[in-house]
């Protein structure tokens, strides 16, 4: 049977995740609150990001900009900070 979560994303009740993302109190909170779908959504746009910016998983300060960009995308339902030059198709 699977989990489910009030997504804070969706706004309705969704599947949860099956697992924390990653590990600490950003990674609790979103398998608390985050939904399947929602998740897969953030991992699209988390790569955009990561391949218009160059991202490096190796650089303290892409994860940094990478994690700010979760929360705004997830829990604040912000726009991210596209570059200039992306067109989404």
């Not at 609790?28 to 985050?34: A, G, I, P, S, T």
């Amino acid at each position: 049977m699977s989990r489910k979560v009030q997504c804070v994303k969706m706004g309705e009740e969704l599947e949860g995740l099956d697992f924390l993302p990653f590990p600490g109190e950003l990674g609790q909170r979103v398998y608390d609150n985050v939904s399947k779908e929602a998740w897969k959504q953030w991992l699209s746009q988390q790569t955009i990001l990561i391949n218009e910016y160059r991202l490096s998983s190796l650089d303290a300060k892409a994860r940094t900009f990478l994690h700010e960009e979760m929360q705004k995308f997830l829990f604040e339902d912000q726009d991210l900070d596209m570059p200039d030059e992306f067109k989404a198709v």
